[in-house]
């Protein structure tokens, strides 16, 4: 099985390239809970709120799991957690930071896409800089496999479709 995570700040086209993508590839798809979670119970994101967050997307994605899919899409996972816990509460979590991500590479999508106001995101101008920055901290600390999805919205599809194409996993 293929695992692949889509992270990165809010705005960068994550969600909506996870979801073609896994169309055109016939892959599974793990949705982000965090935003079901901003969407229906709201963005008060507490220490508690995002350890629930963590927990619950792990649940979810070890049933998607279970199905043994070839290929797994995950839109964000306990990196961007983790990530959203240290730019709130300015720290890192331990029990967040113990959890492993179980994705074999992560596509990091660059900040240098406008920022769309949509109810649940909220890092904006320097704010938004700084959580990339955290965010590459956060997958360099894990030993994280990384590779940059930037560009317009075209080079961002090529980009990922260009690992998709890949029959191994390369860091």
């Given at each position: 099985?293929?695992?692949?995570?889509?992270?990165?700040?809010?705005?960068?086209?994550?969600?909506s390239?996870?979801q073609?993508?896994?169309?055109?590839?016939?892959?599974?798809?793990?949705?982000?809970y965090?935003?079901?979670?901003?969407?229906?119970?709201?963005?008060?994101?507490?220490?508690?709120?995002?350890?629930?967050?963590?927990?619950?997307?792990?649940?979810?994605?070890?049933?998607?799991?279970?199905?043994?899919?070839?290929?797994?899409?995950?839109?964000?996972?306990?990196?961007?957690?983790?990530?959203?816990?240290?730019?709130?509460?300015g720290?890192?979590?331990?029990?967040?930071?113990?959890?492993?991500?179980?994705a074999?590479?992560?596509?990091?999508?660059?900040?240098?896409?406008?920022?769309?106001?949509?109810?649940?995101?909220?890092?904006?101008?320097?704010?938004?800089?700084?959580?990339?920055?955290?965010?590459?901290d956060?997958?360099h600390?894990?030993?994280?496999?990384?590779?940059?999805?930037?560009?317009s919205?075209?080079?961002?599809?090529?980009?990922?479709?260009?690992?998709?194409?890949?029959?191994?996993?390369?860091?």
């Amino acid at each position: 099985m293929r695992h692949i995570c889509f992270t990165g700040v809010e705005s960068t086209g994550k969600t909506s390239l996870a979801q073609q993508l896994a169309i055109d590839h016939g892959a599974a798809l793990m949705p982000e809970y965090g935003r079901n979670y901003a969407e229906t119970i709201g963005t008060d994101f507490t220490p508690d709120a995002l350890r629930h967050i963590a927990a619950e997307h792990a649940r979810r994605r070890a049933a998607l799991l279970a199905s043994g899919p070839a290929l797994l899409i995950e839109d964000t996972d306990i990196v961007t957690t983790a990530a959203w816990f240290r730019m709130l509460h300015g720290t890192r979590d331990p029990w967040l930071s113990a959890q492993p991500s179980p994705a074999q590479l992560h596509l990091l999508f660059a900040p240098d896409t406008p920022w769309v106001a949509d109810g649940t995101r909220q890092f904006t101008g320097a704010e938004r800089e700084r959580f990339h920055r955290v965010i590459v901290d956060e997958l360099h600390q894990r030993g994280c496999a990384i590779r940059v999805i930037a560009g317009s919205w075209a080079d961002r599809r090529a980009g990922a479709e260009a690992v998709l194409a890949q029959r191994e996993m390369i860091a």
